[in-house]
């Protein structure tokens, strides 16, 4: 099983590292920002996976809460800015 | 500032008291006092800035609503996906202007929800009356122009639309 | 198999410090520094340091990001590119030799998780026995934060509270 | 049991590198949202229930499942805020050409 799990996070990371080209390259700010978003959410999903490998799943949880909810107040914030300055 | 219904705020005050529990696992006497202390606090200092007045009678036909919802997603999910890895990359998008007939504010927001939600089609702008979408195809956007998602958040939040 | 998740985590750490340093504007920087540091916090979700990938997640990833919003909120003028002036020679020669230097010194230190260092052979189990009779307080971390390194931790409380002074004047509104 | 687990995970995995495959591929911001929604919809649902399973029953389940009901709270706002922050900035949604 953690063989597995381990196989799971590789393409996790894999994966991640096609958003983070969208957020490199994106040609408008706001493609960064849905790459952001997007690997927020691998963020979540990959450290209830890494808690899972280390059978601690209830701290990580914690964090993972904890890292979501201020990813929303950070989005906001982010899509509120870029409302009100426009395109830079 | 509007008068602060007791019981919303009783249901805020639960609501981050079971969030408190799942957060701390335990329950020693002194940790859930000081839970349920902080959370009748958070509650009370945050009583001023919702719009919404809860309405307990519509939450049955909510959380019947749900599974259907689930099934669309399902459902789009597997289309947009059809689309995306198609080699010839089949789209075309296009801006909706849906307009609604629901008055309820949280209807309105539980539609823009439900929109956004769902895969392929995305709510970019809520006015009181009128609902801008991006939608990916025609075939995804079909709940929204005919009218069915619509037509079942009406059903759930029956038809007292009077209220704004 | 313990560092075979971590390579692929630091080469994205790389990608993203690197492109945060290159990157044209100061929206996408900040943005490109919220990324690090939440990939900084799955390196050490996955070394088992769980509170420290917590505070990194909230203030790094979270609290950070916003921060420096507020500021390019009240400072930014229309145009918020960046001019930087070309890197100074010493450093583009000095800092690769830098890091070469630490490497190599770094081979010489004990290897991770190694049960016979002395990191984990004195001074670990004797706070883990010690603590709480010392300080009688259930948690290692936080025993050795406030108790035995009380000192430290006051200090770092004043530096943090007048941080905290600094950005409450300069974000608040101005009274008209 | 385990066999569960890993067929849910391996599908959740699945429409993940759709998503990822999708933000690539697709042209423009509008369009690239809707790859990101079905990450956040069926990817992340199906990848947390699968975790969910191999846990077995126990607390955890609850918080597993009170991540995945913030996800789905909190994930429409952000898309929707960002779409419309990209369509008040004066984006304009891309078209085929040759219509």
Known sequence: ?88 | MRPVSSQFLLLKATALFVLWIMLSGSFNWIHLLLGATASLLIAWINSGHSPFVPNFRIWGKTILFLPWLFSRIVHSTLHVTKLILNPKLPISPKLLHVKTNLRNRAAVVLLGNSITLTPGTITAEVDDSTLIVHTLDDVSSEDVRSGRLEGKIASVFGNGDTSP | MIFSFEIPLLILLLLTAAGAILVKDLMSAILLLGCYSFFLSLVWAWLGAVDVAFVEAVVGAGLATVLFLLTLFGTAPKDSRLRRPPPPMAALIGLPLLGILLLYAAKDLPQFGDPNSPANSHISPTYLEQSFHDTHTPNVVTSVLMDYRSLDTMVETVVIFTAGIACVLLLRRKAS | MDVLAVIFILAGLFFLVVAAIGVIRLPDVFTRSHAVSITDSLGAFLMLIGIAIHEGFSLNVLKILAVLALLYLQNPVIAHATVRAALRAGLKPWQREST
């Open chain 1, 1 to 88: 099983m953690n063989t597995f799990f381990l196989f799971v996070l590789l393409t996790l990371a894999v994966l991640i590292g096609a958003y983070l080209y969208r957020v490199l390259q994106g040609p408008t700010i706001f493609d960064r920002v849905l790459g952001l978003n997007g690997i927020s959410t691998k963020a979540i999903i990959l450290l209830i996976l890494i808690g899972s490998v280390h059978e601690r799943v209830d701290m990580f949880i914690d964090i993972s809460t904890g890292y979501a909810l201020l990813n929303l107040v950070g989005a906001l914030a982010v899509a509120k800015y870029l409302e009100q300055k426009g395109l830079p």
